[in-house]
């Protein structure tokens, strides 16, 4: 049966990779999205399974307004998708050199925006849904060897303990949540460092990925929360 699924950061990168998946196979997609732009609205006229509003993720009223609107008709949702995301190309200098307003912009959009996002939709989750947050290897406590970043790594972090709390609320209402690093990404945010590696891959393919694990996530252990868009467990 066709799912109904919202996505943020649905203009671009990762966000419009997962949309196109899911229209591709006919699913209803909700986008969120900052700057809607002609492009964007452009694909909105030539898809009619997707319905896209302008949104602030770093504002509460702008969250509310936007899900409001869009999903007025909705009675639940199948998957949700917090994608978008903010990264500063100047948080790589240490700590001696890490500016607390990109610390609280990050946090800001990164974590509280995938908290406005289910707190908005919260009433159209229910038994089966599935939450996905697009986390990143850079969240990951145990595993990080990185020395700077800081505004960005601990933003991801805290969605991370987001995305367990929220797991451990949703089991009751037989919900789910899912955390993903997507890959170094050839995006806006890879910047030219990802699209001219050959480590780095295309959105369409980590979006590719990630929607095949979201559409059997019943193949998956309950338990296993944080992963690589190759399945693989990422250590907290
Ligand atoms: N790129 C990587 O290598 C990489 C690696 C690990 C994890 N990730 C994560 O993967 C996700 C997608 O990254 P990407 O590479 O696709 O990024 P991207 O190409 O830079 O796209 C970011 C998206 O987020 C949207 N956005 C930014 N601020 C917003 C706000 N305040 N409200 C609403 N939307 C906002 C942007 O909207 P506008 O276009 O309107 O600005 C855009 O659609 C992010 O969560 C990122 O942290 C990326």
Redesign the pocket.
């Known amino acids: 049966m066709n799912k109904v699924v919202v996505v943020?950061?649905v203009?671009?990168?990762?966000?419009f990779a997962v949309a196109k998946k899911h229209l591709q196979q006919n699913d209803v997609v909700y986008g969120?999205?900052?700057?809607i732009t002609g492009e964007l609205k452009k694909v909105e006229s030539e898809n009619p399974n997707l319905h896209v509003s302008q949104?602030?993720?770093?504002d509460d009223e702008s969250v509310k307004k936007a899900v409001q609107n869009l999903l007025a008709s909705e009675k639940k949702v199948d998957i949700i998708y917090s994608?978008?995301?903010?990264?500063a190309y100047h948080d790589d200098k240490g700590l001696a050199r890490t500016d607390s307003e990109t610390c609280i912009k990050n946090y800001n959009?990164?974590t509280l925006?995938t908290l406005r996002l289910g707190r908005e939709i919260w009433p159209l989750i229910g038994k089966g849904a599935l939450v996905v947050i697009?986390s990143?290897e850079?969240g990951s406590i145990g595993a990080t060897r990185r020395k700077a970043e800081y505004a960005y790594c601990m933003s991801k972090a805290a969605v991370n303990m987001l995305g367990k709390l929220l797991s451990n609320e949703l089991w009751e209402k037989e919900a789910r949540v899912v955390m993903f690093?997507?890959g170094?990404?050839r995006?806006?945010?890879?910047g030219d460092r990802?699209k001219q590696s050959s480590n780095s891959i295309e959105?369409e393919q980590s979006a590719e990925d990630i929607v095949n694990i979201a559409l059997n996530i019943d193949k998956y252990p309950g338990d296993q929360l944080y992963m690589t868009h190759k399945g693989d467990i990422l250590p907290w």
Do not use: K, Y
């Open positions: 943020t950061g203009g671009r990168g990762l966000g969120l999205e900052f700057q949104c602030d993720l770093g994608v978008a995301g903010i990264f959009v990164n925006g697009i990143s850079a690093h997507p170094w990404l995006t806006q945010m890879g990802a959105p």
